[in-house]
């Protein structure tokens, strides 16, 4: 008996010993090469401003990421002006960044610079908003199901017994952006198979709340039975929210839109300014490009545009039930 317990205390003083020196030579399969493809390595995000807050929510995220692996992470914002960005495109081709990723402004205007990019050995992401060239990876909404569902919403509300009218509005961004085309093509569908819908305004508020609100006011006269509204962007449909509060027919009027999930849409919902958000939850999105942008750094062997991929990231219905916590976030919590 003594001879077993000497025994393994010997096997547990030899143990204790040699953990530490095997400790040592231990390394996580692949991570000193993840490491390394990172470190050192520069990415250049051209919005279409900063002062969105999906903008900030994407940056605050890329900025760990780049602080965490240290790679170089630049913003050139061109603050809505589409001379400004082209310009910042130009110039980050001419400075030819590992990556570049980009919000475009609509489908049309940075299409050529994309292509230059990439015959200069650059690899894009694009986020959120497309361009009709497809680039390396497109990362953000799949717009056509965003107008749906929205639509879908109105539909289900303003054909219900006892709806106030089945007139809808469509409250549009710049026609002629990615995410506008595509979220009307989803609205025609649902209107195709709910031909009693009918569509009384279709006018483009260009992302501006106040815009909104005098198109909302407007509707409003003309069409005092109206029963919903859809929107493309949480922060200008508060505007249309305002007009619906002013006119007293928040309990008549529905509105939906989407958004990045930011505190303020949640705010908006307690308020009665909206009434469902249908959030893409921008973080997220952030997230998944950040692996992208990794898979870029770690594959230097595969040329720009040699791979073409697209992931549509998840969505989430917010009203009132569910408008809290994480469908809710602030800045602060992303830094």
């Known amino acids: 008996m003594m001879f077993k317990k000497v025994a393994v205390a010997a096997l547990i003083a030899t143990t204790v010993l040699t953990v530490p020196a095997a400790a040592k030579e231990i390394e996580q399969v692949g991570r000193a090469t993840y490491l390394e493809a990172l470190k050192g390595k520069r990415v250049i995000f051209i919005p279409l401003s900063q002062g969105m807050d999906l903008n900030q929510a994407w940056t605050a995220v890329w900025e760990r990421h780049a602080a965490r692996y240290g790679f170089d992470f630049q913003v050139r914002d061109p603050n809505m002006d589409t001379a400004a960005g082209i310009r910042a495109l130009q110039g980050a081709i001419g400075d030819k960044p590992d990556v570049l990723i980009v919000q475009n402004p609509d489908v049309q205007t940075y299409a050529r610079a994309l292509k230059q990019a990439q015959q200069a050995g650059i690899k894009i992401l694009q986020i959120n908003m497309q361009s009709i060239t497809q680039t390396d990876s497109y990362v953000g909404n799949d717009w056509i199901e965003m107008g749906r569902l929205e639509a879908g919403e109105l539909a289900k509300t303003c054909l219900a017994e006892g709806a106030p009218s089945k007139k809808i509005v469509w409250l549009a961004g710049v ?79 529905t509105i939906v839109t989407n958004g990045a999930g930011a505190m303020t849409a949640c705010d908006s919902i307690e308020k009665g300014m909206l009434d469902v958000v249908y959030n893409f939850n921008a973080p997220i999105q952030a997230e998944i490009a950040a692996q992208q942008i990794s898979e870029f750094l770690q594959h230097p062997e595969r040329p720009a545009g040699s791979e073409k991929t697209v ?25």
Request: glycine content about 8%.
């Open 175 to 253: 026609q002629t952006g990615a995410a506008n085309i595509y979220m009307r093509e989803g609205l025609d569908q649902i209107l195709a198979e709910n031909p009693e819908l009918e569509l009384v305004s279709d006018q483009p508020a260009d992302y501006d709340s106040e815009k909104a609100r005098q198109i909302t006011e407007t509707v409003l006269q003309q069409h005092p039975d109206l029963c919903g509204i859809m929107g493309i962007w949480d922060n200008a449909e508060v505007g249309a929210g305002a007009a619906v509060v002013a006119a007293g027919k928040q309990d008549q009027v």
């Open 311 to 335: 992931f549509f990231g998840p969505i989430t219905r917010v009203d009132a039930n569910n408008a809290t916590g994480r469908n809710c976030w602030t800045i602060d919590q992303l830094k």
